[in-house]
């Protein structure tokens, strides 16, 4: 045997030590790693961490002053991490409204990351029992924005969730709302119907019967968050019994938004036939300034109780 042969059967049992040991090292890797990943899921399925935040969300919901929040179960999600609550019950101690809101589910989830502003996506969704609605919230450390994708509210869902509704019909709304803590920074609403009919109402001891309006307009902008102005504003059209067109401001009181000052102005006009039927409105007309049929009007005070005028 040559002197090279002496040398490659030397180094041969070399290469293969080196070659299992590196063998090893990688499966030595791969069971720590393996180890690692059954120790987690150990502890996921074994801490109670669904109940841990139940729990916790639970207390915060109970606790939340003069807001005594009622529901039937909560529910938390980790696919798309969320909560839900069903069978709730918002008194309207909670949000200012005069009646008590009601829905089938409440729900928020993460969706994703929001550019606009960088942060995340959050998912607010409300249920009836006919109908879901959906709002997105963007957060960011400075700031929100909440955007009403284009939704349409019915009469029926109204019903649901509030026990009546002053209106038939649906209203298509959408809008985006900016806002730091609680003060508005930014707003953009619109608010449409071609459906759109009041129920019969009672304005100062004047009861109205139910009219069908057919359309209507909203539209409304806020570049400060103290101020809003209504670009449009208008009930009715040519063949409704009473038609409104209107422009107007919204002073925002942020301490205390029911005190907010209202000044709204514009046109109304009554079909001779409507008239008709209240000789007490023709009194009221009488002695007001008559434009081609059209009577101006205004609407000032506090948001929750304005006091309209003939001019």
């Not at 293969?16 to 791969?30: C, H, L, P, V, W």
């Not at 609680?182 to 009672?202: G, Y």
């Not at 001779?272 to 409105?281: G, N, Y």
Request: proline share 6%; hydrophobic share 40%.
């Amino acid at each position: 045997m040559s002197s090279l042969e002496e040398m490659q059967n030397k180094q041969l049992p070399l290469q293969m030590a080196d070659e299992i040991y590196q063998f090893e090292r990688g499966f030595n890797f791969k069971l720590y790693l393996l180890a690692a990943l059954f120790f987690f899921l150990g502890i996921f399925f074994n801490f109670p961490l669904r109940s841990f935040i139940e729990q916790k969300l639970t207390v915060a919901l109970t606790s939340i002053p003069n807001c005594p929040l009622l529901y039937k179960s909560l529910d938390v999600t980790y696919l798309f991490p969320g909560a839900y609550l069903q069978s709730v019950t918002i008194p309207g101690s909670c949000t200012g409204l005069p009646s008590e809101l009601r829905f089938q589910e409440l729900g928020v989830h993460l969706v994703g990351p929001s550019f606009i502003p960088p942060g995340l996506r959050i998912r607010l969704k409300g249920k009836s029992n006919t109908k879901e609605v959906n709002f997105y919230l963007s957060q960011s450390i400075s700031k929100s924005v909440f955007k009403i994708p284009k939704t349409e509210i019915t009469a029926g869902l109204l019903t649901e969730i509030i026990g009546h509704s002053p209106m038939k019909g649906s209203i298509t709304m959408e809008g985006l709302v900016e806002f730091s803590k609680n003060n508005l920074l930014k707003l953009d609403f619109l608010a449409s119907s071609e459906t759109f009919a009041l129920f019969p109402m009672n304005i100062q001891s004047f009861i109205l019967p139910e009219i069908n309006f057919t359309s209507l307009l909203v539209k409304a902008h806020s570049d400060n968050g103290k101020l809003v102005t209504f670009d449009a504003l208008s009930l009715g059209n040519s063949n409704s019994p009473i038609q409104v067109n209107a422009q107007g401001k919204i002073w925002l009181n942020t301490a205390s938004l029911e005190n907010s000052s209202l000044d709204l102005n514009g046109d109304v006009r009554f079909k001779q036939a409507f008239l008709d039927q209240f000789s007490i409105l023709n009194l009221l007309l009488a002695s007001k300034q008559n434009n081609n049929g059209a009577y101006r009007f205004t609407v000032k005070g506090p948001l929750m109780s304005p006091t309209p005028s003939l001019l």
